[in-house]
């Protein structure tokens, strides 16, 4: 985050180019900041001595910290401490900023300074965003009395990170009573007795195109035949991943069970229902988080009902190496697994959107394996995997939940699934254990 907004800010004073920016954000990822450059941010060299170390280097072809030692300079603790924080992304940013503008240090020092003072940060705050510390960055902006809406907050922007990209960064949470949208995944969480009831939004407020980064992220940076369909796909994969992981930390910290109840999906309606409302920019394109404060909530009237189309491969011919029936609510996730077996030699018998139309699907295709997903509407993954293992109790099955669900996943083995796989998927992962169910 404090890339995204250090750069908005130069932007802004007139330092540097968007052009400018965007090519020191790409030469980031592979920069490696020297040693003089830390030692002179922090204060143990001045930009003199760097300098002087520098040439020497060149001319004698030795260690930077050797000679910093000899010299005096510095010591061979100090030296330690610095090759830490080569990797730091921070000191990248520095050494890239200095590389590409012909910037001096001391102005990019006296720039980040200036961008601390007009953002209002703290010495410890300026600290979190140097080292994209989302834990004690989150409280700065999704502070607020429920505090299960901050750290609904934290796993969401840890997602974006894990499964996304790191190029975003967020803007103050507000508390709404309704909010109009262009489209929302949503979902909704509750304990059996209904005493705890959270419902987890995503939302794009004018366009579509923060969703468009999510479903680039999801399908590996590859934007070819991206649809609308699949990027509200998507942005509902991706409230599912943060539902999940925050019913997993309810149950561990607080002994609070909640159901996880399967997505929903809305375009260009009104949200009605007090919660909050953190706005976040995925590369520049702003998609919002929506925690709710209580059940009373209406997501909209009229669900969306743009469906991907179901596939199968056909019938006849070489079976290669098993036939796979994939069942899923998601049309995206079908779609991504679909890709992945076929290129894996497997054949796709067949696909279904949720346990009903899957535990059919089951009965008269027969395949060698079933993938199913956990969540889906009418009838949910275990329900149909009980149905499946009393049709057929040697059937191969392979449960798909998103990150989190421990415990349904557990229930799943009991039940007689022989493994399980976490959304999104690792290739590796599925073909490992695709290919040991079936040996």
């Excluded at 061979?76 to 001096?104: A, F, H, K, N, W």
């Excluded at 894990?162 to 949503?186: C, G, H, P, Q, T």
């Excluded at 590996?220 to 699949?230: L, R």
């Excluded at 535990?359 to 329900?383: F, H």
């Amino acid at each position: 985050m404090f890339a995204q907004l250090f750069g908005k800010y130069l932007i802004k004073q007139g330092e540097i180019t968007k052009e400018k920016w965007e090519e020191v954000l790409s030469r980031r990822s592979e920069a490696r900041a020297k040693l003089g450059m830390i030692a002179v941010e922090d204060g143990l060299l001045t930009e003199k001595q760097a300098s002087e170390l520098n040439k020497l280097q060149m001319s004698e072809d030795r260690k930077f910290g050797d000679l910093a030692v000899e010299k005096g300079y510095l010591t061979r603790e100090q030296i330690d401490s610095l090759l830490i924080r080569q990797g730091s992304p921070y000191m990248q940013l520095l050494q890239v900023i200095v590389e590409t503008t012909d910037m001096p240090l001391s102005k990019v020092s006296a720039l980040v300074s200036a961008f601390q003072k007009e953002m209002g940060f703290s010495i410890a705050e300026m600290t979190a965003f140097k080292n994209d510390n989302i834990d004690a960055m989150v409280p700065m902006y999704a502070s607020c009395r429920e505090r299960y809406v901050t750290d609904i907050a934290a796993i969401a922007l840890r997602n974006l990170t894990r499964f996304i990209s790191n190029d975003y960064y967020m803007d103050k949470l507000k508390r709404v009573e309704s909010f109009d949208y262009k489209a929302l995944a949503f979902q909704r969480l509750h304990s059996s007795d209904m005493s705890c009831q959270v419902s987890i939004g995503l939302l794009a407020p004018e366009n579509t195109d923060g969703f468009f980064r999510i479903a680039e992220g999801f399908l590996g940076g590859n934007a070819e035949g991206i649809s609308e369909k699949i990027v509200i796909d998507a942005a509902g994969e991706f409230v599912n991943c943060t539902s999940g992981l925050f019913a997993t930390a309810l149950a561990r910290d607080e002994k609070i069970e909640l159901e996880i109840t399967p997505q929903e999906k809305y375009e260009g309606q009104t949200l009605k229902g007090m919660g909050y409302i953190l706005p976040i920019f995925v590369s520049d394109n702003e998609v919002d988080l929506f925690v709710s404060v209580n059940g009373e909530v209406v997501p909209g009237r009229d669900k969306y009902k743009g469906k991907i189309e179901k596939k199968a491969d056909s019938a006849s011919g070489d079976s290669g190496k098993g036939r796979i029936l994939i069942v899923d609510d998601s049309g995206m996730q079908r779609q991504i697994l679909r890709s992945l077996l076929k290129e894996e030699g497997y054949v796709v018998a067949g696909e279904a959107e949720d346990g009903e139309e899957g535990v059919e699907a089951y009965k008269s295709l027969k395949p060698d394996v079933v993938t199913l997903d956990i969540t889906m509407p009418r009838k949910d993954g275990l329900q149909a995997l009980k149905e499946i293992m009393e049709f057929d109790p040697s059937a191969k099955v392979i449960m798909i939940t998103a990150v989190g669900q421990e415990s349904k996943i557990i229930e799943a083995l009991k039940t007689g699934a022989g493994k399980f796989l976490t959304k999104p998927f690792d290739r590796n992962e599925v073909r490992q254990e695709i290919s040991a169910l079936l040996s």
